[in-house]
Nanobody, 120 residues
Framework: QVQLVDSGGGLVQPGGSLRLSCAASGSISSINAMGWYRQAPGKEREWVATITSGGSPTYAEFVKGRFTISRDNAKSTVYLQMTNMKSEDTAVYYC??????????????WGQGTQVTVSS
């Protein structure tokens, strides 16, 4: 069994910053890509950013230059540093990880979500 626990959400003013964390634990042999999605009220879940096991990031256009994804492989943790935040960044943020277990099976796991609200 694998668990992802994401945290760090909260209320921030426009132009402010916030850092999300997501730690994976359980029956993990290795982790390939890790990433973040978000879902705003009344909207579909959308991809935000992904980082490979080697540390190469990719971003959705709407967060380029504002958000930075990183990971600590020793801690099985992925981070999302968000800066210059906008009201449209308000959403529940979900982390995910492509995990290979000790039976060589790879599955994508999700965190429970953390609420981010950008408002003055």
């Amino acid at each position: 069994q694998v668990q992802l626990v994401d945290s760090g959400g909260g209320l921030v003013q426009p132009g402010g910053s916030l850092r999300l964390s997501c730690a994976a634990s359980g029956s993990i042999s290795s982790i390939n890509a890790m990433g973040w999605y978000r879902q705003a009220p009344g909207k579909e879940r959308e991809w935000v950013a992904t980082i490979t096991s080697g540390g190469s990031p990719t971003y959705a256009e709407f967060v380029k230059g504002r958000f930075t994804i990183s990971r600590d492989n020793a801690k099985s943790t992925v981070y999302l540093q968000m800066t210059n935040m906008k009201s449209e960044d308000t959403a529940v943020y979900y982390c995910n990880a492509d995990v290979r277990n000790f039976y060589a099976t790879s599955l994508r796991y999700w965190g429970q979500g953390t609420q981010v609200t950008v408002s003055s």
